[in-house]
């Protein structure tokens, strides 16, 4: 029993890591641009920029926002 429990875990540990791939492509292009807009505004204050985005949190826009923007890759 203990290996159905783990791998019910590694199941959704799986889809988590599906459900955070998926935010990034759901984000609107009217989004895009309000955070854009507000990043150049306040910078890096995730919360600032969510709380101007219903239903978004500050992990799911600087997520979104390193993965389209960032340099150090």
Avoid at 20 to 29: C, L, N
Avoid at 33 to 54: C, D, F, H, Q
Wanted: hydrophobic share 25%; proline share 1%; aromatic share 8%.
């Amino acid at each position: 029993m203990e290996g159905l429990d783990r791998s019910s875990d590694d199941v959704s540990m799986d889809s988590k890591d599906g459900n955070s791939q998926d935010s990034k492509m759901d984000f609107s292009e009217d989004e895009d641009k309000l955070i854009t807009r507000m990043y150049n505004l306040v910078g890096e204050r995730w919360s600032l920029i969510a709380g101007r985005i219903p239903g978004r949190t500050a992990e799911e826009i600087e997520r979104y926002w390193t993965s389209r923007y960032s340099t150090s890759e």
